[in-house]
């Protein structure tokens, strides 16, 4: 059975920082490209970032380029997201989703798993 587990989320003033972490298990891990995404209330679910199985190819959106980090630890299955100069507007519950694949994906659907997500609140 395959568990994402967010942690690490909460409420932070505009300009600070958070690190959201996922910790995978019930897949191999090393070999799965995972992503975040974010859905604010009454918007879509959109990708936020991606890596790959080996951590060498990111992708970020443009509304975080500079300012969000993905990386991952194969060693403990699990994936982070570093988030700082953090915005009101990066308001919203954060998933992180996994794709059997490997490669970065950049739509929802392409992902084979998701977690429970963790809300993240940015006060300006």
């Known amino acids: 059975q395959v568990q994402l587990v967010e942690s690490g989320g909460g409420l932070v003033q505009a300009g600070g920082s958070l690190r959201v972490s996922c910790a995978a298990s019930?897949?191999?891990?090393?070999?799965?490209?995972m992503g975040w995404f974010r859905q604010a209330p009454g918007k879509e679910r959109v990708l936020v970032a991606a890596i790959s199985w080996g951590g060498d190819i990111t992708h970020y959106a443009d509304s975080v380029k500079g300012r969000f980090t993905i990386s991952r630890d194969n060693a403990k299955n699990t994936v982070y997201l570093q988030m700082n100069r953090l915005r009101p507007e990066d308001t919203a519950v954060y998933y992180c989703?996994?794709?059997?694949?490997?490669?970065?994906?950049?739509?929802?659907?392409?992902?084979?798993?998701w977690g429970q997500g963790t809300q993240v609140t940015v006060s300006s």
């Open positions: 989703a996994a794709d059997r694949r490997g490669l970065i994906a950049t739509m929802a659907g392409d992902y084979d798993y």
């Open positions: 019930g897949l191999t891990f090393s070999t799965t490209a």
